[in-house]
């Protein structure tokens, strides 16, 4: 048996966008595609996506800061195998900082290019949201997983109005998801249910309650749909 933690959780909660990658993480995580069981994230010190830190100063190399949702930060695939890297490592004299947020809205994009691109300082932003995404910008909050515990849980997110011409940020800070026990997975739509029932089978995530408990003390452990 080894030491190794399988249960730590990927995500944790962010007051100004709702939540974000844990900081200085490595792990192997299930996959949802067919030829793929696993694949690996790592994160860098303040929690992006990325293998590059912010305050990584290289000046023969221009910096690029990708911002997006899932498909940016590379659902289903390690780091190496997304096209920002492939990018970084065909062309060289770059250094890609891969800022998207798997799930998100242009809103909370928007915030999160706000926060880091003066940190980071890019001499290219690349913009590549999904067409999904705009559905997003008019929620409150959206419908999650908690793959630990089989329940449905609602995650906070900011969200802008327009009024007069001016945006307006509104739910800032973000507050903490609602864990709502009466809510479980038999409350979902049958299409919804085989995927989630699907993953759930995929990850072999032991369902323990000692750390359920330990882990809604601190922070949230939830994935997304």
């Known amino acids: 048996m080894n030491n190794r933690n399988y249960y730590r959780p990927i995500f944790k909660y962010n007051s100004i966008w709702g939540y974000w990658f844990r900081e200085n993480f490595y792990g192997r995580v299930p996959s949802m595609g067919l030829f793929h069981n696993y694949h690996t994230i790592q994160t860098n010190s303040v929690g992006a996506r990325t293998t590059n830190d912010i305050n990584l100063l290289e000046k023969d190399k221009k910096k690029i800061m990708f911002v997006g949702c899932s498909y940016t930060a590379g659902d289903g695939v ?28 242009n809103d909370q994009q928007h915030l999160i290019h706000n926060y880091f691109a003066p940190l980071i300082n890019p001499d290219v932003l690349v913009l590549s949201p999904y067409v999904g995404c705009i559905g997003r910008n008019i929620l409150k909050s959206r419908p999650t997983l908690d ?73 949230s452990s939830y994935t997304y749909l």
Do not use: C, M
């Open 78 to 105: 390690s780091n190496k195998d997304r096209f920002s890297d492939i990018i970084e490592e065909t062309i060289g004299d770059i250094r890609t900082h891969n800022y998207a947020l798997p799930g998100s809205g």
């Open 147 to 219: 793959p630990l515990t089989n329940f449905i849980v609602q995650r906070p997110k900011p969200y802008f109005k327009i009024e007069n011409d001016k945006l307006f940020l509104l739910q800032s800070p973000t507050p903490k998801f609602s864990f709502d026990k009466t809510k479980n997975i038999n409350s979902l739509g049958n299409k919804i249910k085989k995927t989630i029932k699907f993953f759930l089978k995929k990850s072999s995530i032991l369902k323990s309650p000692w750390l359920v408990n330990e882990i809604y003390k601190k922070e």
